[in-house]
């Protein structure tokens, strides 16, 4: 049988009505949301299946939101066919999922910390401090080019490389404006800026490492039971004090996801599972490496499709 791994969104993904129907049909689903109202006193659920988007869209609110449904449908998709991965990654947010799954932080623990993240995060980046930008059709390295051309004007940086002819940068204003030109220049078939409040995963976020830093001293983690490949490095986590550090770093660090993918194509996983709202990761994840088999679960239909596809594998 083929390897499996399991990934997981990060921001973005997020919509009202999300976790519903999974909610709705199986009972760990419920406990596990239930478990997440019980860690954040107020009810995520509420918010993940009435909104109002606006609050569901708030990254204090988020953050939580995306992990509690990733967790939920893991546990589904575990409980219904006892799948196991042999590895495990998570798009910025969706690390920590990733955590969760491979038993290295408890799930109610996890809850708590990415809304502090969240609330860190959005502080970080007081309103118009800078922003992001999605380059499109441009090569990665006139990509980095352009952004150490405009950094000349201040902070500017690639944060996301998602896939091939996809890859996000983040830094102040002006020299963020400035490497967009660059980069169209450059040949880029587009440059948009993005609706973010901040420059996530840029140096400017710095200061929110060092605040997430305090919150991860006050939690335990475990080494993974699971392979985790983290964002920072694109490799795996083998220690609790490495999965503290790469936490940290991701903040104000850029998230290698087409290494990520690639790493994992290398250790022989051919097939991909994503938990969670959405499936932005699995239209990356064919943009990488067209050979790896994706799936996703985020609802009923979805989950009978994953179920049937590994009943036919064996």
């Keep these: 049988m083929s390897k499996v791994a399991f990934i997981f969104p990060?921001?973005?993904?997020?919509?009202?009505?999300?976790?519903r129907d999974l909610y709705n049909n199986f009972s760990i689903c419920r406990e596990t949301l239930e478990e997440a109202d019980d860690s954040l006193g107020f009810s995520i659920t509420r918010m993940c299946f009435e909104g109002?988007?606006?609050?569901?869209n708030s990254t204090v609110n988020t953050q939580p939101a995306i992990l509690a449904v990733s967790v939920a449908?893991?546990?589904?998709?575990?409980?219904?066919?006892?799948?196991?991965?042999?590895?495990?990654?998570?798009?910025?947010?969706?690390?920590?999922?990733?955590?969760?799954?491979?038993?290295?932080?408890?799930?109610?623990?996890?809850?708590?910390?990415?809304?502090?993240?969240?609330?860190?995060?959005?502080?970080?980046?007081?309103?118009?401090?800078?922003?992001?930008?999605?380059?499109?059709?441009l090569a990665r390295d006139k990509v980095v080019s352009c952004c150490q051309e405009a950094s000349a004007l201040g902070v500017v940086a690639p944060v996301n490389f998602n896939c091939?002819?996809?890859?996000?940068?983040?830094?102040?204003?002006?020299?963020?404006?400035?490497?967009?030109?660059?980069?169209?220049?450059?040949?880029?078939?587009?440059?948009?800026?993005?609706?973010?409040?901040?420059?996530?995963h840029s140096q400017l976020m710095r200061p929110a490492g060092e605040?997430?830093?305090?919150?991860?001293?006050?939690?335990?983690?475990?080494?993974?039971?699971?392979?985790?490949?983290?964002?920072?490095?694109?490799d795996y986590l083998a220690s609790s004090t490495a999965i503290k550090e790469s936490l940290i770093r991701q903040v104000y660090g850029a998230v290698l996801w087409e290494d990520s993918i690639s790493k994992m194509a290398q250790e022989d996983i051919s097939t991909m599972v994503e938990l969670g709202p959405g499936k932005v990761l699995c239209g990356l994840v064919k943009k990488i490496n067209?050979?790896?088999?994706?799936?996703?679960?985020?609802?009923?239909?979805?989950l009978e499709k994953v179920l049937a596809q590994f009943k036919e594998v064996g």
């Design 10 to 19: 990060g921001q973005g993904s997020q919509y009202v009505g999300m976790g």
């Design 73 to 137: 449908a893991l546990r589904v998709l575990q409980q219904e066919c006892g799948l196991r991965p042999q590895a495990l990654a998570g798009h910025s947010l969706g690390e920590y999922s990733a955590l969760v799954a491979a038993g290295a932080i408890r799930f109610a623990d996890a809850v708590k910390v990415v809304r502090s993240r969240g609330r860190i995060m959005q502080e970080a980046a007081p309103e118009g401090s800078g922003g992001m930008a999605a380059v499109l059709g």
């Design 290 to 302: 067209k050979e790896i088999v994706t799936s996703n679960v985020e609802d009923l239909t979805s």
């Design 52 to 56: 109002p988007a606006e609050e569901l």
């Design 211 to 234: 605040k997430l830093a305090q919150v991860l001293e006050q939690v335990e983690f475990t080494e993974p039971k699971v392979p985790v490949v983290a964002n920072v490095n694109a």
């Design 164 to 200: 091939p002819g996809q890859i996000v940068i983040a830094g102040e204003m002006a020299p963020l404006k400035r490497a967009m030109e660059l980069c169209r220049e450059a040949g880029a078939k587009r440059a948009i800026e993005l609706a973010v409040s901040g420059p996530f």
